[in-house]
């Protein structure tokens, strides 16, 4: 059995997160074992209707109650705090209430989709730092009329942690597409910044913990330059928060788009798995969302729970779904078939 809590979140996230649900129960069947869904209300509009983001106790229940979280995408425009930053996105409230530190966001081109590179072999994970840097100004920053700042803050603890996720993941996969190496690069802006100084001299001192995993460095411009013209370099990336954020949504561009990327926020003692985008009001109940970026999710939270031949499955479904031709995006990233015949397809295929 695996208890799975349910954030559906604002505008297309209910309908992705339908779409989950189902791919996970029919994943499971097929592996004989059961999955529960838990609802637990969260977002932007639970935030209008309530003053949290969250239900009372939503947290403590994820760590007990669950083995982990899917969260739809959250947020609307109009939802907002005084201060114009948009409220019940839940980045702080679960990021930090669940000390959820490495925001894990594969970036893979799959079999039949269109790049706007030349390369036709795109797969790397960046992982986000995800509960310091530039975000943590979240709600502390000043503002007058004339000026406006935030701060940027690295530790110790929170930059050796998410560096040594990142050496351990780049040990668990297969290494680079371009020469099979096994490669952790430090993205930074460590020329300019004393922050990010700090946070490329403790990566080098732990790199030096894993002498079978290679260290790289990328100043964050270049970084995004080499993500586009030459991706096969990259195996695992390791970057601040607010860089991070940048630099997975560049990487979504090299696939497909938003609507093929998922997300784990991990921690010591809980988790939770997410599309890297947001809600995207204007497509809400259209069923024209691409819900890959959902389902991969999906796929992310069963192997963290230690079921990988299901999430496997999972992956594969999705895979072949895309080589076959049955699912086809259009310009704009949407599927041609729309939400549904996306869910189908992988279903059938499970
Ligand atoms: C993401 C999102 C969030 C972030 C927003 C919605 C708070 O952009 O998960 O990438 O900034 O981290
Ligand atoms: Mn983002």
Redesign the pocket.
Known sequence: MVRIACIDGDGIGPELMDSAREVLAAAARADGFDVEFGDEPGGARVFSETGAALAPGALERFRSDYDAVLKGP??LPEVRHPDGT?AG???GVL?GGLDTYA?VRPVRLLPGVRTPTTHQVIDYVIVRENTEGL?LSRGSGVRNDRAASDQLLMTRVGVERVVRFAFELARRRSGAPEDGVRRVTCVDKSNVLRSFAFFRDVFDEVAARYPDVAADHRYSDAAAHDLVVAPAAFDVLVTE?FLG?LL??LGAATVGGLGMCP?GNIGADAAYF?P???SAPPLAGLDRANPTSQILSAAMLLEHVGRTGTARRITGAVESAYAAGAVRLGADGTPEGGTRAVTRAVVERL
């Open positions: 959250v947020g948009e996105v839940l980045g990021r925001n975000y928060n954020d997975s949504d997300a997410e890297v985008h947001g």
